[in-house]
């Protein structure tokens, strides 16, 4: 036993998840009630509630009304109040009476969002205001010793340890694929109305039998076979094919015959390697979110109205910060905007409050292209 213990003791590999850090630098103001001439109270008090601000300023637009009604209760108490766990450094700039009974405190603060998806709330939110992409698990695997030749099961692993992270996850029933292109991958997940599409493939293989150190035998003669999963994942937006996470690993498993062994280096090489896709989909959520972005807006009408749509539709959308028009042909003009919003955002922006004079219909929207056609 203790040498079977050594055995797969050998077969482990560490894993350690690197984070990159994403930081905001935000001004903010708090304020303190006076109470019985307590200065240093009110003080206290008024620096606590700046550095609750500048969480608030940190995570922007995470926090946002439709979050805030959807009984995220775990929003105050885990989030916004932890400024001890997402402030990295403060600076006190102002602080002093405003009246008899006020004392406001002004801070410049460093609020680190690195972190945050790490927390099941924070993750919640996150793939809330990303407009809950729908994301297809796509998956193929090799299995070089004869077991069953292909077949899907790294797509079903994936897609379920996405879900045991996150029931808010939007995703479709797994798929397997026989054309591992990417280009496939991207086109088959757009024609399903997925935004996202993530590949998994996994070549399966049987290790040379081992030797066990200072035992004078093999795997094979303590009963045991060793197998290695060779797992690659890719994923990507279906509209842009922007593909924004890249990962490969390697997992070991073992147990008392091949097949087994096999499923075991798969499972746990999933669960390694989809901590990552987690992070990578997070870091690209967010950067989306936090600093300026373009999305596609395809607009078909008449010539003569898109000057006049071109020149209104920066002024009547929150968020929009240039407009760039790129081609009109056949009565269909493409146009970039620069903005802080995802196509989501900016089509319930377009919904609620219109454009005067233009009347549109919003016929395709996904995070990163809006398709309008003008009605007048």
Same mark, same amino acid.
């Given at each position: 036993?203790? @040498?079977?213990?050594?055995?797969?003791? &050998?077969?482990?590999?560490?894993?350690?998840?690197?984070?990159?850090?994403?930081?905001?630098?935000?001004?903010?103001?708090?304020?303190?009630?006076?109470?019985?001439?307590?200065? #240093?109270?009110? +003080?206290?008090?008024?620096?606590?509630?700046? !550095?609750?601000?500048?969480?608030?300023?940190?995570?922007?637009?995470?926090?946002?009304?439709?979050?805030?009604?959807?009984?995220?209760?775990?929003?105050?108490?885990?989030?916004?109040?932890?400024?001890?766990?997402?402030?990295?450094?403060?600076?006190?700039?102002? =602080?002093? &009476?405003?009246?008899?009974?006020? /004392?406001?405190?002004?801070?410049?603060?460093?609020?680190?969002?690195?972190?945050? =998806?790490?927390?099941?709330?924070?993750?919640?939110?996150?793939?809330? =205001?990303?407009?809950?992409?729908?994301?297809?698990? !796509?998956?193929?695997? *090799?299995?070089?010793?004869?077991?069953?030749?292909?077949?899907?099961?790294? #797509?079903?692993?994936?897609?379920?340890?996405?879900?045991?992270?996150?029931?808010?996850?939007?995703?479709?029933?797994?798929?397997?694929?026989?054309? %591992?292109?990417?280009?496939?991958?991207?086109?088959?997940?757009?024609?399903?109305?997925?935004?996202?599409?993530?590949?998994?493939? #996994?070549? *399966? %293989?049987?290790?040379?039998?081992?030797?066990?150190?200072?035992?004078?035998?093999?795997?094979?003669?303590? %009963? @045991?076979?060793?197998?290695?999963?060779?797992?690659?994942?890719?994923?990507?937006?279906?509209?842009?094919?922007?593909?924004?996470?890249?990962?490969?690993?390697?997992?070991?498993?073992?147990?008392?015959? @091949? #097949?087994?062994?096999?499923?075991?280096? @798969?499972?746990?090489?999933?669960?390694?390697?989809?901590?990552?896709?987690?992070?990578?989909?997070?870091?690209?959520?967010?950067?989306? !979110?936090?600093?300026?972005? &373009?999305?596609?807006?395809?607009?078909?009408?008449? +010539?003569?109205? !898109?000057?006049?749509?071109?020149?209104? +539709?920066? /002024?009547?959308?929150?968020?929009?910060?240039?407009? /760039?028009?790129?081609? /009109?042909?056949?009565?269909?003009?493409?146009?970039?905007?620069?903005?802080?919003?995802?196509?989501?955002?900016?089509?319930?922006?377009?919904?609620?409050?219109?454009?005067?004079?233009?009347?549109?219909?919003?016929?395709?929207?996904?995070?990163?292209?809006?398709?309008?056609?003008?009605?007048?």
């Amino acid at each position: 036993m203790l @040498l079977y213990a050594i055995a797969i003791a &050998l077969l482990g590999i560490l894993y350690i998840p690197l984070q990159a850090d994403v930081l905001s630098r935000v001004k903010a103001s708090g304020l303190g009630y006076i109470a019985t001439g307590d200065l #240093a109270g009110a +003080f206290a008090q008024a620096k606590k509630a700046a !550095m609750r601000e500048a969480v608030e300023l940190g995570v922007g637009t995470l926090i946002s009304a439709e979050t805030r009604v959807d009984n995220f209760s775990v929003l105050e108490d885990h989030i916004l109040s932890r400024t001890d766990g997402y402030i990295r450094s403060y600076e006190i700039i102002k =602080h002093g &009476l405003i009246d008899e009974e006020t /004392y406001q405190v002004d801070i410049e603060a460093v609020v680190e969002l690195g972190n945050l =998806h790490k927390r099941l709330d924070a993750l919640e939110l996150l793939i809330t =205001h990303a407009g809950n992409p729908y994301i297809m698990c !796509m998956g193929r695997d *090799v299995y070089t010793y004869g077991k069953e030749g292909t077949r899907d099961l790294s #797509a079903t692993l994936l897609r379920d340890y996405l879900l045991r992270k996150s029931a808010r996850f939007n995703l479709s029933a797994p798929m397997r694929i026989e054309d %591992g292109s990417l280009a496939q991958a991207a086109s088959v997940g757009f024609e399903q109305g997925a935004d996202i599409v993530v590949r998994v493939e #996994a070549l *399966v %293989g049987e290790v040379p039998d081992p030797a066990v150190p200072f035992s004078g035998t093999s795997l094979k003669g303590l %009963g @045991l076979y060793s197998a290695t999963a060779e797992i690659r994942i890719e994923a990507l937006w279906t509209d842009t094919r922007e593909v924004f996470a890249s990962l490969v690993h390697s997992e070991r498993g073992a147990d008392v015959n @091949l #097949a087994s062994a096999g499923d075991k280096a @798969l499972r746990n090489g999933i669960e390694k390697i989809s901590g990552k896709l987690i992070s990578r989909l997070a870091e690209n959520w967010r950067e989306k !979110m936090y600093s300026g972005r &373009l999305v596609r807006l395809v607009v078909a009408g008449e +010539f003569d109205r !898109m000057e006049e749509f071109e020149n209104a +539709f920066p /002024y009547h959308v929150s968020g929009v910060e240039k407009i /760039y028009r790129r081609s /009109y042909n056949k009565g269909v003009a493409v146009f970039d905007i620069r903005c802080k919003e995802t196509g989501f955002t900016i089509a319930r922006d377009i919904t609620a409050k219109g454009i005067e004079g233009i009347d549109l219909y919003i016929v395709q929207v996904s995070p990163n292209r809006i398709q309008l056609q003008i009605l007048n």
